[in-house]
């Protein structure tokens, strides 16, 4: 799986509701940051028919801080940065992305922004 690969089934997963492959593939510690069914809320606000996540680059593996908008940090030991451009927004922003079993797991926020 290529970090294109993954963010193409992750905005298929966004785009049409069903959101078990976005959900299943949080990484653990966005399920601690936002308990319960935080995520899986949040995630339905982004539903919609032409949600895509496009690939730009793919950089380094690397230790690399979550840093939340609380304030809270967690030190992740090695995530890939990949710069993405998300659905109407117009500039490129950075992702992360953690590989386990060759499987990838991703990075977001899940307070309703």
Known sequence: ETPSDFFQQLSNSIATGDLTYALDRLHPLVFEAFPGDLCAA??????????????????????WTWELPDG?????????????????????????????????????????R
């Open 42 to 63: 949040e995630l339905a606000l982004r539903a919609n028919p032409d949600y895509q996540i496009t690939v730009d680059s793919v950089g380094e593996t690397a230790p």
């Open 72 to 112: 809270r940090n967690f030190e992740i030991p090695e995530a890939t940065t990949v710069t993405i451009r998300l659905p109407n927004t117009p500039d490129p922003v950075e992702g992360h992305l953690v590989v386990s079993d060759r499987m990838h797991y991703w990075f977001t926020v899940c307070d309703q």
